[in-house]
């Protein structure tokens, strides 16, 4: 009998837990491939050599467009769906192959990459050959804490979120006058929308929500996975983690700067968007 793979994947704007719950799930279901922002590049070369590797497999390897990152982004932008495609097929070819690797059926993404592009031509595909339905994960961090967490990296956000004003978003602001704090506001907003309007054009089962605090409670990850139909062990105790302080960035700690700015670019965006987010209660009026 032959049995079709399962997918599912996960809507969060990155800086949410996804690397934490990655591990609980590899804990508590070894039988599937958890992918948490694949293909990774692992170089094989010490020192300074290492950095040119990472380069170089980025751009011809283990490729930014595997990922869902270079000109995915600028694709998504332009409406190039024939480019998006593409790239959506490779990517699923090279899931495909990791998935015959291990021998296992089913396939846990866990990336903010997903949603910037490929999401569309990627239920596509598997909904034309079979591999049907997918389900959906919703990993939420409070928008003030996860903006912050972002800023203290000091990232360049152009090189994981496209442009706030492309005419395919589902919130389109003028880029003119946000400020980077706004940009991350953006990109969480945007994340939610972009997956709930995914979940409609595609008539799936309403996404599992689990909210990044919950993810030091095993018994609310065993539930999320119940929900899920997740066949899983035991669920361990991490450790609470925060890989800012790891790579040497400061806390994540909100101040008031950090809520009126908040307040000052939800006034921005339109009643009826608001309401599709997953606020936190009375954030709004913080």
Not at 51 to 70: A, K, P, Q, S
Not at 107 to 116: C, E, P, Q, T, V
Not at 133 to 144: C, G, S
Request: hydrophobic fraction near 40%; charged fraction near 30%.
């Amino acid at each position: 009998m032959t049995f079709n793979k399962r997918f599912f994947f996960t809507i969060s704007p990155g800086r949410s837990g996804q690397g934490s719950l990655s591990e609980l799930m590899k804990a508590a279901i070894p039988e599937a491939f958890v992918a948490f922002e694949e293909p990774s590049v692992k170089p094989m070369f010490p020192g300074r050599l290492a950095n040119w590797e990472r380069l170089f497999r980025r751009r011809y390897i283990e490729t930014n467009e595997l990922l869902g990152r270079g000109d995915v982004l600028r694709a998504f932008d332009a409406g190039d769906t024939a480019s998006l495609s593409r790239y959506a097929e490779l990517r699923l070819a090279w899931i495909d192959r990791q998935m015959t690797r291990r021998g296992v059926d089913t396939y846990i993404d866990i990336s903010k990459h997903f949603l910037h592009g490929l999401h569309r031509p990627t239920l596509g595909f598997l909904r034309a050959r079979g591999d049907w339905p997918v389900r959906v994960i919703r990993l939420v961090r409070d928008p003030i804490e996860n903006m912050r967490s972002y800023l203290n990296r000091n990232k360049k956000i152009s090189l994981d979120y496209g442009a706030t004003n492309s005419s395919f978003n589902e919130l389109q602001l003028d880029p003119n006058g946000l400020s980077k704090g706004e940009l991350y506001l953006h990109a969480w907003c945007e994340t939610y929308l972009r997956g709930d309007s995914l979940i409609q054009e595609f008539d799936l089962a309403p996404a599992e929500t689990i909210a990044t605090r919950d993810l030091s409670n095993p018994k609310a990850v065993e539930v999320l996975m119940d929900r899920l139909g997740l066949p899983h062990g035991a669920v361990p105790v991490l450790p609470a983690q925060n890989t800012n302080i790891e790579r040497g960035f400061r806390t994540t700690e909100v101040d008031a700067h950090d809520v009126e700015l908040f307040k000052r670019f939800m006034d921005k965006v339109p009643e009826d968007l608001r309401r599709r987010l997953p606020l936190p209660e009375g954030s709004i009026n913080v």
